[in-house]
């Protein structure tokens, strides 16, 4: 939600959607890994809900399809029989409820500081502190507030083999953007936890996702 206040000129709110856009251009997502995975050389899988409140849901049935052709493309095979799959792949995802930020900008009163000037109302000494509260308001100059709300998501994924439980992987991406719409930010964050996949034990990594299409 962005929302925008004037105070004074109108000059302001453009300088501020300039700099909010800027914003929206793309946003970065930390991935950090832990693995022991052996090489892929046909293991089957199965994918389930690492929260149980996602399970069974066709969202969370579209988004493990997108995991599983990745793991497919990487040398992994979807288990035609889920209980008798040799690594069991554990996803959930989530977004928060956003926190507000605040942008200000503004310029002052150039006749504010020193010297002499004409403000078209009467001339006035520079260094005087004198302003002119009809066409600046107090304080000699003109802001401009920009608030909007930063969400931010996260994709945890788990791999465990069935044999004994044992833990091969455990993945997070995360990421702030303006949008909470999981239908935009989950493929991103998946395509962030395959960038490299599965990586180096211990590494972080910072992977540049692109903007939300409109429309």
């Known amino acids: 939600m962005i929302r925008f206040k004037k105070?004074?000129?109108f000059a302001a709110p453009a300088?501020?959607?300039?700099a909010l856009s800027g914003c929206a251009s793309s946003f970065?997502?930390?991935?950090?890994?832990?693995?022991?995975?052996?090489?892929?050389?046909?293991?089957?899988?199965?994918?389930?809900?690492?929260?149980?409140r996602l399970a069974g849901g066709l969202e969370f049935g579209h988004y493990a399809d997108l995991v599983g052709q990745r793991l497919s493309q990487?040398?992994?095979?979807?288990?035609?029989d889920p209980a008798r799959a040799d690594l069991i792949v554990r996803v959930a995802y989530d977004v928060d409820n956003g926190r507000e930020r605040v942008r200000s900008t503004g310029f002052s009163d150039p006749f504010y500081y020193g010297g002499w000037g004409?403000?078209?109302?009467?001339?006035?000494?520079?260094?005087?502190?004198?302003?002119?509260?009809?066409?600046?308001?107090?304080?000699?100059g003109y802001a401009d507030v920009t608030s909007y709300t930063?969400?931010?998501?996260?994709l945890t994924?788990?791999?465990d083999r069935a044999a004994d439980n044992r833990r091969l992987f455990e993945g997070k991406a995360s990421a702030q953007s303006l949008s909470n719409k999981l239908t935009y930010l989950v493929p991103n964050l998946i395509d962030a936890m395959f960038t490299d996949f599965p990586g180096q034990s211990g590494e972080?990594?910072?992977?540049?996702?692109?903007?939300?299409k409109k429309g």
């Not at 995975?37 to 899988?45: N, R, T, V």
């Not at 990487?74 to 035609?80: E, K, L, M, N, P």
């Not at 930063?150 to 996260?154: G, P």
């Open 7 to 9: 105070i004074g000129m």
């Open 15 to 18: 300088l501020a959607l300039v």
């Open 28 to 52: 970065k997502a930390d991935v950090a890994r832990f693995q022991q995975l052996p090489a892929p050389a046909g293991q089957s899988f199965t994918i389930v809900a690492d929260d149980a």
């Open 74 to 80: 990487t040398g992994y095979v979807q288990a035609s």
């Open 118 to 140: 004409w403000r078209g109302r009467w001339a006035r000494p520079w260094g005087y502190g004198f302003y002119d509260p009809w066409l600046f308001g107090p304080g000699g």
């Open 150 to 154: 930063v969400y931010t998501s996260d």
């Open 157 to 159: 994924m788990k791999i």
């Open 204 to 212: 972080n990594m910072k992977i540049t996702l692109p903007p939300e």
